[in-house]
């Protein structure tokens, strides 16, 4: 038999086995699945001949399992074709996709590696349910040519589980396999840091340019010889309003290695002294609700204000601009609202929405979660409530003071009703103070008898604790899952109706009360809630797991999870992908700088205003810097975010590690991210991408610069870095 007869046969057999061979990887359509444990199934003798056929497109809850949660394991068998060992490294790379949400890989009974813990690890369980899984597999653990045994143990809690986002791929590993090239900020500058598991001979080049101009500043080119398993590094200065790039290559691979980072830089013009409206174009409030408005105008203080056209029963504190009362008459009522200050005045035309529908646009404030965690205490929501005002973003919007978890006391009163810790002495009096500034008070419970916390829960006594927040002048209600998951799981219904059933039943209790309260529904997009939560009138609801400061859970969070989300968005119903994480976040004590570069703090502000996501600050606002005041105080930005069509955007443009999203915006304009996703800056032809989604114009508007700016330029997006424009 021919050589390329043995190649025909070979991919015969491959593809009768579901897979597809390229020249550089092996693309694994299905395998076998069984629920449970057993250390055996990791080894290439054991029979799996009775397991379940998969694709590995398929959740667990969509193969036939009672209950998603637990241990399941995967067993792949494939011949791995000793093509792909042949090139300049001997080795080969699994690639899994996604997880959820933790795994051991072995390879013919070899662990390949590992992510996330397992419940019976030191440290109990702990997830990596959105990371990719890329493991390299030492060649000598391979029967090239013949049968192997790829088995996977996967530990899933929460629905979906296991492999279901497409192929396992076995592929030829790149540079970036065996060797990391990062920048790790120091005292005076960055250390440029490369590290390898592979003998490596080749050139580092460092460059150093400006961050508003682009212009090239500083060149170097340095020779590199790394022994295997070793670090080298480099010391490189990083100067404010520079971008310091670092570029690694080994003339065994064709690719190469890039790391950037930039000083953080500002984008955002300067507001000007005189007075300008900076906030929403509309308000909805029930009839006979109370009306909680503060007028976001910025410009030098003092000021005076006035509002033309206050419907009956409708009041002005014309000192602070805070709107207060009620209105009994079902309506739209047109008004302007002005501010003057030594400096000038100015005014805009603002619709009170008097009817059934709270929540017009997306809510903008701050939760105390990604600061104070369970150190939050009464004391310290004050204070940032002050800083909200005192710094100028309540100029911009930012209206919500949210408490999270931790503030509920240990037992509830003999009749039954909730209770504030000694940490909160007097709710009502928060409430009031809130309110007198213009500023709404929003509230943290879970469907469950215990929060995630592990404080007292709204179980069996939703109705109490709707009147017990009304009492205090809540305005948002923040339920968490959490708590809810044992209830869950105790009962046999894995329904839709069963993920609905807690949310409607404290949505009756909330609109029986008599004023509005905004209804927050956090369950991490289980059940796909963005096809119910407008049933049961929640306002918004969450669509993914926590987010953290890492480019990885932006990247899940914002381009995995909210792709396709659109239809489901609208005035009084928003997708929610989560509290922003810009600023001084990590939780109590160990609050730290934001660990996303501030290319990545430019993506995130700028996706979640295309998404009319919730603008919920999750930072210590007392200690905010100039860089992140300007990041979320861009009037241009946040109007989009704003926008009273409440369009979100939609997904229309992948390609080679760039996205492109838009929406519709009420002035029939279009609002419209470019986004480079990849590890390397990417020069783009601004009226080509804008072509690519059917738009044209003869100029578009820099969001961030608040200018505009030609269509027939060529404009270099930073890495993970973002050009956001208005297209008119």
């Not at 460092?206 to 590199?224: A, F, Q, Y």
């Not at 009817?355 to 646009?361: A, E, M, W």
């Not at 305005?475 to 109706?497: I, P, Q, T």
């Not at 998404?611 to 300007?630: K, P, R, S, V, W």
Request: hydrophobic letters at 35%.
């Amino acid at each position: 038999m021919t050589m390329n007869q043995v190649r025909i046969l070979l991919s015969a057999l491959l593809l009768l086995a579901g897979l597809t061979l390229t020249a550089q990887e092996l693309s694994i359509g299905r395998g076998r699945f069984q629920k449970g444990d057993n250390p055996a199934w990791n080894t290439f003798s054991f029979d799996d001949n009775a397991w379940q056929e998969v694709t590995f497109h398929q959740p667990w809850e969509e193969l036939g399992l009672e209950s998603a949660n637990g241990i399941g394991w995967y067993r792949i068998h494939v011949v791995i074709p000793s093509s792909l060992k042949k090139g300049t490294v001997d080795a080969i790379m699994l690639d899994l996709g996604a997880i959820d949400d933790s795994d051991q890989t072995w390879v013919n009974g070899h662990l390949a590696g590992k992510d996330g813990t397992f419940p019976e690890e030191p440290g109990g369980y702990s997830s990596e349910y959105g990371k990719r899984r890329y493991y390299v597999v030492d060649p000598r653990w391979v029967n090239w040519d013949r049968d192997n045994v790829i088995a996977i143990r996967v530990y899933n809690y929460g629905d979906p589980g296991g492999l279901y986002r497409g192929d396992v791929k076995i592929v030829k590993p790149s540079l970036k396999d065996f060797a990391k090239l990062s920048l790790v900020a120091g005292d005076s500058g960055y250390q440029a840091v490369l590290t390898t598991s592979v003998k490596t001979t080749g050139t580092l080049q460092i460059t150093v340019s400006d961050v508003m101009t682009g212009n090239l500043e500083k060149s170097e080119t340095r020779n590199v010889r790394l022994s295997a398993w070793k670090e080298k590094q480099f010391f490189c200065p990083l100067a404010p309003q520079k971008r310091l790039k670092v570029r690694y290559s080994d003339p065994r691979f064709p690719e190469v290695l890039e790391a950037e980072v930039c000083a953080p830089y500002i984008l955002t013009p300067p507001a000007p002294a005189t007075p300008r409206y900076n906030g929403p174009l509309v308000f909805g409030v029930r009839p006979g609700s109370p009306v909680v408005f503060r007028l976001a105008f910025s410009g030098e203080k003092p000021m005076k204000y006035a509002v033309e056209g206050l419907p009956e029963g409708v009041v002005l504190d014309e000192d602070k601009g805070v709107l207060s009362g009620s209105c009994l008459k079902e309506g739209d009522y047109p008004l302007v609202v002005k501010a003057t200050n030594e400096k000038g005045s100015a005014h805009a035309a603002f619709t009170l929405k008097v009817g059934t529908q709270i929540g017009l646009t997306p809510p903008m404030g701050w939760n105390s979660w990604n600061c104070w965690a369970l150190s939050v205490s009464q004391e310290k929501v004050m204070a940032s409530a002050a800083a909200l005002i005192n710094k100028g973003l309540a100029d911009y919007g930012y209206s919500y003071i949210n408490i999270d978890d931790a503030w509920e006391g240990e037992e509830r009163t003999p009749e039954g009703y909730i209770q504030a810790n000694e940490k909160f002495p007097d709710m009502k009096a928060l409430g009031d103070w809130l309110h007198s500034n213009g500023l709404k008070f929003g509230i943290y419970s879970s469907p469950g008898d215990y929060t995630c916390g592990g404080y007292l829960g709204s179980l069996d006594h939703e109705k109490q604790d709707a009147e017990v927040w009304n009492s205090w002048g809540v305005d948002y209600l923040k339920y968490d899952w959490c708590g809810y998951s044992k209830v869950f799981e105790a009962g046999r219904d894995k329904s839709e109706a069963a993920y609905i059933r807690p949310y409607l039943k404290m949505q009756q209790f909330l609109r029986e009360q008599p004023r509005d309260i905004f209804y927050s529904l956090c369950q991490y997009g289980w059940g796909k809630v963005w096809e119910w939560g407008a049933f049961v009138d929640a306002n918004s609801w969450r669509t993914s797991h926590d987010i953290v400061d890492t480019w990885e859970s932006l990247y899940v969070t914002g381009f995995e999870r909210q792709p396709g989300l659109h239809p489901y968005a609208g005035p009084g119903h928003w997708n929610d992908p989560d509290m922003l994480i810009v600023g001084k976040v990590g939780w109590s004590s160990s609050l730290r700088d934001s660990r996303l570069t501030p290319d990545e703090q430019y993506t995130h502000i700028s996706l979640w205003s295309l998404l009319a996501a919730n603008m919920l600050i999750g930072c210590d606002i007392a200690q905010i810097d100039e860089f992140t005041f300007n990041l979320l105080c861009n009037n241009e930005v946040n109007a989009v975010n704003q926008d009273i069509l409440g369009h979100q955007a939609h997904q229309d443009v992948v390609e080679d590690g760039m996205q492109i999203w838009s929406r519709d915006l009420y002035d029939g304009g279009h609002a419209v991210g470019i986004f480079n996703l990849n590890e390397a800056s990417v020069p783009v032809q601004l009226d080509g991408a804008l072509e690519k989604i059917g738009l044209k114009a003869d100029t578009v508007r820099d969001l961030w610069r608040q200018k505009d700016i030609p269509t027939d330029a060529i404009y270099v997006i930073p890495p993970h870095g973002v050009l956001y424009v208005r297209v008119k």
